[in-house]
């Protein structure tokens, strides 16, 4: 990431919105807001290959759901904070992955700039490609700030968004118990 540039455009923002970036509050800010640019920004350089990579066998192909993965991740429209709970299932193909790396890989596209439904298909996909699941589905529930904050400013509103690949795609029972879990 390249931070000098990030630090320039920090400091243009600031002189358009006719703050002093030489004042002793702000002097550090194209610093900090670079510095957390590359933690909040981290996943464009990272795949969930890695996470998603150690898995262990299993015998019983069951439906493996980790649900309130919370989550926070950019608007790429105005750059403002969403955020909520992800909710992850799959149907094993002989191998699972430890649970951590199901959060994992939620970080890793959560961590770009953003929009809810192209996160949750991201998830959804990277198990399917690197897991190799029999089917997978995810759920992101979010509110977004540059909903609540600012323009229609509805506060509260929450935005669900789903995706379903494999077996799930097709098969009403699976969703409807993934839904029944996920509520429960
Ligand atoms: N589909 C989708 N829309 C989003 C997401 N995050 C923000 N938006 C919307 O993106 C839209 C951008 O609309 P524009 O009309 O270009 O921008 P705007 O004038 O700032 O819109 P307002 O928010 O209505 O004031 C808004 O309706 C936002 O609510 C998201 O994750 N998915
Ligand atoms: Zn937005």
Redesign the pocket.
């Known amino acids: 990431m390249d931070k000098k540039k990030i630090q320039e455009g920090v400091k243009l923002i600031l002189e358009g919105i006719g703050e002093n970036p030489d004042r002793e509050g702000l002097l550090d800010t194209p610093d900090r807001i670079a510095r957390m640019y590359e933690e909040i920004f981290g996943g464009l350089t990272q795949t969930a290959e890695e996470p998603l990579s150690k898995t262990f066998h299993v015998k019983d192909n069951a439906m493996v759901l980790e649900k309130d993965i919370t989550f926070y991740s950019t608007?790429?429209?105005?750059f403002m904070p969403?955020y909520g709970k992800a909710h992850i299932a799959y149907i094993p193909d002989g191998k699972v992955v430890g649970l951590s790396k199901l959060a994992r890989t939620v970080e890793v596209y959560a961590k770009r700039p953003?929009?809810?439904?192209?996160?949750t298909a991201q998830i959804a996909d990277a198990l399917m490609e690197y897991l190799k699941p029999q089917g997978a589905m995810v759920m992101l529930e979010?509110e977004?700030m540059?909903?609540t904050m600012?323009?229609?400013k509805k506060p509260g509103s929450k935005?669900v968004?789903f995706v379903t690949r494999g077996v799930f795609e097709q098969d009403e029972r699976l969703q409807r118990q993934f839904f029944d879990l996920v509520r429960a």
């Open positions: 608007c790429e429209h105005h969403f953003q929009i809810q439904e192209q996160l979010a977004h540059c909903m600012r323009g229609v935005t968004t």
